[in-house]
C-alpha cells in the first residue's frame, strides 16, 4: 500500500497546562483531511503521548483522541516521534553528520543532520525489530522556542517483514 499527501496545516503550541495531572502542550491546530477541515486543540504529554483531543465541541481522550490526530498526520508525527528520537539519534548506527542553520519559511532553525554509519542496520524496540535500508534525518531547533523538531526524515526498510518508506519534510515554521 503507498500513500501519498501533500498538506498545509498549521499548528500553534500556545500552552504547557495540566490536564488530569500530567504536564502537557496545549497545541492549536487547522488543517484539512480529504477536503475537509479539521479544527481543534490537542493535548500532548512531554514525551508525545495523546491526552486529550478538543474537536467539533467533543473532547475526546485514549483511542478516540488518537484516531482523530491520525487524520492529519504531521503533528502526530512530531509528537510521536518526541519519544522515539533517542532510539535513532542515541544508537551506534547513526551519527551526527553535520550542524547547520536552514531557513523554513519565516523562521531561521539550526539543524542536526543524522546518518546512517552502515547500511541496512536493524533496530529493536518494543519486541519489534527493523532492518533500515535507507536512513536521512534532520532534527530543528526553532530560535527562542524549547521545541526539538523533526524538519526532515526519510527511511526505507521492513519491520516484522512489512516492507515501508517514510518521508516527512516541514517546509515553513512560524512562531
Do not use: R, W
Amino acid at each position: 500500500m503507498v500513500f501519498n499527501t501533500t498538506e498545509t496545516a498549521s499548528y500553534q503550541v500556545v500552552g504547557k497546562p495540566t490536564v488530569g495531572g500530567i504536564a502537557t502542550y496545549q497545541v492549536n491546530y487547522n488543517t484539512t483531511y480529504q477536503g475537509q477541515p479539521l479544527i481543534g486543540t490537542a493535548y500532548f504529554a512531554m514525551n508525545g503521548t495523546i491526552i486529550q483531543v478538543v474537536t467539533n465541541g467533543q473532547t475526546l481522550s485514549g483511542y478516540m483522541a488518537f484516531t482523530a490526530l491520525a487524520a492529519f498526520i504531521p503533528f502526530f508525527i512530531e509528537a510521536t516521534f518526541a519519544g522515539y528520537q533517542t532510539l535513532y539519534t542515541g544508537s551506534s548506527f547513526v551519527s551526527v553528520q553535520n550542524h547547520t542553520t536552514v531557513q523554513l519559511g519565516p523562521s531561521s532553525v539550526s539543524v542536526t543532520n543524522y546518518k546512517a554509519n552502515n547500511l541496512p542496520f536493524s533496530i529493536s524496540n518494543c519486541g519489534y525489530t527493523s532492518t533500515v535500508t535507507k536512513f536521512s534525518l534532520q532534527i530543528g531547533q526553532v530560535n527562542g522556542v524549547n521545541y526539538a523538531l523533526l524538519t526532515f526524515a526519510d527511511f526505507e526498510g521492513t519491520s516484522q517483514g512489512t516492507s515501508y518508506a517514510f518521508t516527512l519534510q516541514i517546509t515553513s515554521v512560524s512562531k
